[in-house]
């Protein structure tokens, strides 16, 4: 009786590029073609626009930094953002060109290598406001930054072994790389980003095909998780009473809200917030509220189009992605980039306790830049796709059960593709 082999994700040959060594010329025009031209244009078009807005925060931030002996130029951080969206502009332009194969071994490498590190920040970092967080091998970064979008990769990787052998228990290592990844962070301890991990892997988990009575096992140790951080972290703790009380005027996340709301709908203008001047981290974290101030409201309104236009985008192009990898992966990056992003400026609006989150492809970022570049380059290359293939299924329809195939399982061939001139 003949049987269906289900379809093992590979290296593969684009029936459009001859055999042989190709020119450096023509892998760049191959990569302009199978690549997210629209996706690209509204991540540049993001950072763009971050860089105005740090050029508005950048006075408020080099004058509270300032001291007697040393006078930091108002533009000092728009200065230093610049070089730094240059080298990760280098970054995402250099990783959205590898093949979907070596993006995926590209952030299977980085995950190994950061969460060796992560082992050791508790140990060597140095301790910077109560937290240690930090390593320095000849500059200063925080590996979890760099571990995000290598964990987002490293799951989807694990995750579609079960396209190989159903019987792999591989949502039980997700969760136990889950698990280690949050204790690791919470001994640093880092909340918000042990949040934003645990976020990625639900997202992948959900799509991944999870049990239902799974399920409520994951949301009920979910909540166990939040109870036990808010008795036994104290930071946690004191950050919550202080949200859920209301705050005072003295508060970082009440002067970020009055701040976002003190220019209206159109803005002081550039160059005259004056409550911009009384923000923590103007720069980066409460860099929305700099935007709210001296550009308005509708400029607010843009910046969270933008994002939800590229989430939008991402999963548009995930709709009949045959790769189950591709696909969790796509999932699980733009989780982490819109998830981020929500977080930031629900702080900002004084609707979410801080966490002390930048507001990626805007806020200024040394090391944080780079990571947050490193991320979207490694989803544009696991989008990328050869225009003269068009899929006759719907893989995320499929996987969520709303094609017309059904879900998919671990028995379901590999769509079939047909090819248009």
Not at 128 to 156: C, D, H, T, Y
Not at 359 to 375: K, M, N, Q
């Amino acid at each position: 009786m003949n049987t269906v082999r289900p379809y093992v994700p590979g290296k593969r040959q684009p029936a459009h590029i001859p055999k042989g060594k190709i020119s450096r010329w023509t892998e760049l025009k191959i990569w302009w073609r199978e690549i997210d031209r629209v996706l690209l244009l509204l991540v540049l078009l993001l950072m763009s626009l971050g860089t105005i807005a740090v050029a508005a925060a950048s006075p408020a931030s080099a004058a509270r930094l300032s001291t007697v002996s040393e006078k930091l130029d108002p533009l000092y951080f728009f200065y230093r953002h610049i070089a730094w969206q240059v080298l990760g502009l280098g970054t995402m332009i250099g990783v959205s060109m590898l093949s979907r194969e070596n993006a995926r071994r590209l952030g299977i490498l980085i995950s190994g290598a950061m969460l060796g590190l992560l082992f050791l920040v508790p140990v060597i970092g140095p301790e910077i406001n109560g937290a240690r967080r930090w390593i320095n091998v000849g500059m200063q970064f925080q590996p979890s930054e760099f571990l995000k979008p290598a964990f987002a990769i490293a799951l989807a990787w694990i995750l579609s072994w079960r396209i190989r052998d159903p019987n792999l228990p591989v949502q039980g290592i997700a969760t136990g790389l889950m698990g280690l990844i949050a204790a690791l962070l919470m001994m640093q301890p880092n909340f918000g980003d042990t949040l934003l991990f645990a976020g990625v892997w639900f997202v992948l988990i959900i799509l991944s095909g999870i049990d239902v009575k799974r399920l409520g096992g994951v949301i009920g140790g979910g909540i166990v998780g939040l109870t036990a951080t808010y008795f036994l972290y104290d930071n946690a703790r004191h950050r919550i009473d202080s949200f859920l009380g209301g705050g005072t005027a003295f508060d970082q996340v009440d002067l970020a809200s009055r701040t976002l709301l003190a220019g209206g709908w159109t803005g002081a203008g550039y160059g005259l917030g004056i409550r911009k001047m009384s923000l923590p981290e103007a720069h980066t974290d409460y860099i929305f509220s700099v935007i709210g101030e001296e550009f308005g409201l509708l400029a607010c309104a843009v910046i969270v189009l933008l994002y939800l236009a590229i989430v939008t985008r991402v999963l548009m192009r995930l709709v009949d992605e045959e790769d189950l990898f591709a696909l969790l992966a796509g999932a699980g990056l733009t989780a982490l980039l819109g998830g981020q992003a929500f977080i930031n400026m629900l702080v900002n609006l004084q609707l979410f306790p801080s966490k002390g989150m930048t507001l990626p492809l805007v806020s200024y970022g040394g090391s944080s830049t780079i990571a947050v570049c490193l991320g979207v380059g490694l989803l544009i290359a696991v989008t990328r796709r050869n225009p003269f293939l068009k899929s006759r299924t719907r893989g995320l329809g499929d996987l969520l059960g709303l094609g017309q195939g059904g879900p998919m399982n671990e028995t379901t061939s590999r769509p079939k593709r047909e090819i248009h001139p």
